[in-house]
Every structure is written in structure tokens, then in C-alpha cells.
């Protein structure tokens, strides 16, 4: 068994596959359901004496109600997922399981990283497809290519918010340490995106660029974000390998 | 003879002055050496620094082989809880050893007494049975210095026993560190001690110059009749520091040096036309020994 194989049957024997896949693909098949018969739900929960004007869902609808749960509650889940899995020294003795066998201790950390990184992001995009098709089905027509490169750059930052995980765990001891500051990171992203002149350089501005591609915004208008998100991946993957490293047990 | 392990003024400093002052070891190729101490004097630190999980602040580590050709096995072992023993003991193979060949994996379960246990989930195990699997885990990649940090301290007699047995049988092929605060698995197992006391090390040589030069040489012997007169015609030796009976037909001699001892006193009892049962050495333990060193019996120098 190679420490790929290990991490790779983490997923395949451990739940931890279940919440993520379970919650996108909720948020993927309800998002564009809930924005479609949203008007027919509020109606049959108001009195008659009230009048409720819902304007009718638009496909961008549906993607905008898809992404802002996925992109809470699934963000959430798969950062508290993430932390389990880089918190390696959060146990001495498995810590030290690995640390007496593999160097560097990268061959540890990089196949963690990878394998979470790529289940987080494969899962989202499984339960973007299904809102895709339930946007298509029940609301109308979705630009395919300008939504695939959408869901890519939410992935490009799916792979940096679990780089800050890895850089997390590197810095703390503990699973709940490593989570909390991995949220706490990704938390102040977009309180700083509330600055004009910061936000199209912001990773978290890719959060909007489904929305944003299923509407006119030009496709141009993240490429700064995703350059910025895909340097700081690459940095911050870096700085927690060498803090790996560096640590002792 | 030459060393497997040497360290030259390891140095680890603690807040509150605890860790390594300038510790000098030398484990020499092909021994059994045990590292025996307190609680706290530094043992985990220094083999922690030793195996790379911790770094001197000052000094130099010197191992004879490459770090592939050594294993480490930690003083509380965990592994993934998902993963069966054979899987754990197989991955430790793939990452130590791959070239090794697959029968082996079977061959090392047996041998830490984990057949039975092979393909069920480590999460379930206790903790005797995961220390068997560490030493399981530690031997699959054939290394040839072996790390051992207190490893049968978490074991039932029965337990300690097999693990002592096989850290023995290791002893035959390979060099063993192994660090214990149970002295006397490692008067059982070590022909080389080391004894750090408050990050120093006190003493360190061939277990029986320890003993020899820190153990007041004393028999017990049995015999029939008048154990009182016996002890009486035996303490007119010079070489006899002291006789006295502890029991109708029993009495203690301690001799002023071993060697005097062990050359006079069958000679001694035969002049004195005693009718001898059995001579027994009454304290030649390592547990006098290190008390000495560590000042909590006379004699010592702490």
C-alpha cells in the first residue's frame, strides 16, 4: 500500500466521502428546485390578506441558490474534513508512525493534500452538474462552457481554501486548532474583498464566478483572481511543507 | 569494537532545566543497550532526537547506517484505526522496505504474537496488542539498529515476556537501543546500560561492571543444620564484610568485592563442614545498582 493508495482508501473506507458527497448533491438537485417553486412555497405559507411579489426564477436563479449553500455549508464541512486528514501531528504517535519512515516529510503531506483537495473539489463539481441540469431542466437554458469555467474556478479555489487547511495544521496541534484557523482565514477573504481595489484580486472573488459567467460578467473579470488563487495555492502549500519539515514531535 | 550510535555533547535544553546536558552516548555494534532513568531524565528526548522526531539544540548524532537501517518504535504507538494489523505492518513495509518480500508480513505478525488479530481493524486493539503491532511494524523493514522506547511497559506479564524474548532474539542480529524504566526487563535483556539521570548520563559500560562495581556482592546460603554457627566461622574471613543468619537453616554473607566473593566463599563453607543446600546471589540486581547511582541507597554517588 502506498501512501497514496492510503489516502485514496481513507476516503473509500472512513464516511468521510458521505457528507460531502450528500451535501453538494443536495445543494446541487434542491438550489435550482428551491428557486423555481419558491413563489408557489411562500404562497401556500402566507394568509390571504398578504400579497407577495416574487419575480419568476431566471436560471441564475438557481445557480445563485446552489452555490450559496454549497459555498457555506459545504465549504464548512469539507474544511472541518480537510483538518481531520492535515492535522497529522495531531497524534504523536501516528505522527510519529510516519516521520521515522518517510523523508521528507512532504511524501506524507503532498498525497493529504492532493487526495482531499481533489474529493472536495470532484464532489462540488458533481453537485454542480446537478444543479446544471435542474437549472436546465426546470428554469432554462445555461451557457455550458461559460458554466464549466465557472465551477473550474470555484474549484481553483476549493484547492486553495484546503491549501489553508494544510498551512493550518502546520502551524497548530490540533484538529479543532487547524479547522478554526483554516475558517478564520478563509472568513476575513471576503470581509477584505469589501475594498473595491481589493476584490478582484481576492481568491475568494471566484466564489461568485458561476454566478457571475451564468449572467453577462465577462469571463475576464476573474482572471486576476484565479491568477492571485493559484500563486497563493502553490505559496501557501510551500510554506506548509516547510513547516511540516521543520516540526518537531 | 565499534559504535552504531554515538551522540558527542547532545545538548536539549527545556524551560525549567529539564531535556540533555551534554549527553555522550556510544551504543556499540551488535549489543542490547538499555537506557534506564527516572521518569523525566531525558530518555524520550534523547531517543526522539535520535530517531529525528526532535532537534539538539547542541552536539552531534552519529549513526553508522543510513537512516532507512533504522526503526523507531515509540513509547505510545498509534496507526490509522481503519487499517487491519497486516495492512498497518504491510504499509510499514512499503515504506521502509518494499523490495522486501510480501511472505515476510505474516512472518513478523506471527512473531509478535498477532496472527490470530491480522485482518482486524487496529482501532479495536488494546493497547498491549498495539504495542505488538509497533514492534510488528518496526521489524518488517529488517532494520539493523533498532529504537525501542519503553516497549513492554504497556504490556501484562505474559506480554512483557514475549516482547523481552524477542528483544532479545533481535539483540542476536541486530543493535538495540531500548529505554525502560522497568530494570529489571533490562537486567534481563541488556548486556549494555546507560543510566541517565537528570539529562545526564551517570554511568554507562557493560551491565556487569555496573553491577559489579555498584552492587554490594551478597549471597544467600542454605543449610542444613546451624545456620547461626555457620555465619559465625564465616565471618572471621577478611574478605567477608558481613555474615548473619536469617533463618534457622539460611544466612546472608556479603562479600568486600565480588571477585572475593565469588572465589572464596564455596571454599569458605566447605572448611567450615557445613552441609550446603544451595549458594544464591541475594542482590545482584540492577535495581541496588541505580538506587546507588542515584544516591537513594548508601554507597552511591549522586
Redesign the interface.
Known sequence: MSLWGLELARFARTRRLVPLLAIFLLCGFGGPALARYLPELLKSQTSENVTIIVGKARPVDGISMFTSNAQQLGLFVSVVIAAGILAIDAKPGLSAFYRTRVRPFDRVVVPRYVVTAGVVSGCYVLGALAAWYETVVLLGHLDAARYLLGVGLTGLYLWFAIAVVALSASLTRSVVGAAGAAIGILLALPILGLLPVARPWLPSTLLGAQVGLAGPTPAGDYLRAAAVAALATAGVLAAALARFRHREV | MTSAITTTALRKEYPGGGGLHGVDLDVPTGSVYGLIGPNGAGKTTLL?IL?????ADAGDVRLALP?ERV??C?D?????P?LTAR?VV???R???APDLPATRIDETLAATGLRDAADRRVGGFSRGMTQRLALA?TLI?DPAIVILDEPSSALDPGGRFEVLDLVARMGRERTVLFSSHILGDVQRVCDTVGVLIDGRLRYQGPLSTLLAEHVQPAWTVRVRGDAGAVAGALGAHAWVRRAAPTDLDALRVEATTLADGERHLAGALAATGARVISIEPAADDLEEAFLRLTGELPGGTP
Open positions: 526522539s530517531a529525528g522526531l526532535r532537534r537512516f526503526a523507531v515509540p505510545v504507538a498509534e496507526f490509522e481503519w495492512e504491510e504499509l510499514a512499503a515504506l521502509t511494524a523493514g
